[in-house]
């Protein structure tokens, strides 16, 4: 049941009024809708995908196409040193 249609006040607390009738709202009023209402809606589905579309582009600051502005480059570490060898009079001395 949906009663989006009803304009309804509630004059005093747990007393809800249906404004067209004046009287006591009831599930039973005939603004009241009876049933689902369900349907696919091409336009409302297009203007979904658009609105997280745009969020998502917003969020990671992505350019229309859909890529990074800047894209990130690899990181390049330098080579490690080679292993010296130790020295075994270092350790005598210490």
């Known amino acids: 049941?949906?009663?989006?249609?009803?304009?309804?006040?509630?004059?005093q607390p747990g007393n809800v009024i249906n404004l067209d009738t004046g009287k006591t709202f009831s599930w039973n009023d005939s603004?009241?809708?009876?049933?689902?209402?369900?349907?696919?809606?091409?336009?409302?589905?297009?203007?979904?995908?658009?609105?997280?579309k745009d969020f998502l582009r917003t969020q990671w600051k992505l350019n229309p196409?859909?890529?990074?502005?800047?894209?990130?480059?690899?990181?390049?570490?330098?080579?490690?040193?080679?292993a010296q060898p130790v020295d075994s009079t270092l350790e005598a001395r210490g």
């Open 31 to 52: 603004c009241v809708k009876h049933g689902a209402t369900v349907g696919y809606d091409p336009r409302a589905l297009e203007e979904a995908i658009k609105a997280v």
């Open 65 to 82: 196409q859909g890529y990074p502005e800047r894209v990130p480059q690899p990181i390049h570490y330098p080579e490690p040193l080679p």
């Open 1 to 11: 049941m949906v009663a989006n249609n009803c304009r309804r006040e509630e004059k």
